[in-house]
């Protein structure tokens, strides 16, 4: 007996299916859509939803417009916040007159004499090498020290010159993240109110140079026995390099330590097209001629 029922009965030759013309390698599956579960064959492009290709690109879209709104966000709240902090910051038309209060209080003349080019061409190649184009604040300084924070590498330096005069006249004991918040507001101020040569020379009545020493006379006279004027390109070279570390690099009392600040400060040099490797290699080996003096004899 043949068999019988629904699957026989509609399967490719019966009689009731001669009339439907069916043939199966070729007949189109009767149901779903391109792409959907079960679909065996190429999909024709011309068969698509025009619709299924620009979903992808429209999302596209619009992720990149809320990121670009979110970072316009961000660069407007940013400046804002520069714009308040910068308002809320103190006024530093008193600078002169705090530096003038700092010596009288160490007993050094103030004003001292000008900056000598050797000193400020080393000062500037290792504390901050952007000083002459710079408004105050280093941005570059500023990422790499975030990145390295960001990282757990800890502070990488990044203070410029202007921001290192604002802490010893304004914060000279404040830390922490607010006092250089201050500090980097402090120094942009300085910068848009005085000139480069007067906070060079700000900076170097203030400085301490380690061995009681305060002011670049004092640290000239006391070290080697000569006006800032007189000093040779390994001696400014020297002084240049203590005031990060004053007490540490003391050439009197760590000599070593003193003559490896020179030879970074020298390197600095060569770095930022000051002078030449054989003009550094020429000054390193020199020796310092210390006289240890009592930094008062030879500061006018």
Sequence with gaps: MAPQGPAWEEAPGHPRMTGMGFDAPTAPLPYGRPGDPGQDYAADPEDLDPGD????????????RRIAVTALGLAVLGVATFGVLLLITPSVNDAAARARAIDQARHVAYPGPPVPGLFAESLVATEDHRFYSEPGVDVFAVARVTAATVAGHGDQGGATLYQQLAKMLYTPRGGGIRAEIEQVMLGIKLDLT???ARILRMYADVAYFGHGYYGLAAASCGYFGTTPAGL?????????GLVQGPSADDPISHYARARGREAHVLG??????KITQAQARAAFARQLSLVGGSGTGCTG
């Design 268 to 273: 600095r040099l060569v770095a930022t097209g």
């Design 194 to 196: 005085f000139p480069k």
């Design 53 to 64: 290709w620009a979903r992808p690109r429209r999302r596209r879209w619009r992720v990149l």
């Design 232 to 240: 040779t390109l390994p001696e400014a070279a020297t002084l240049a």
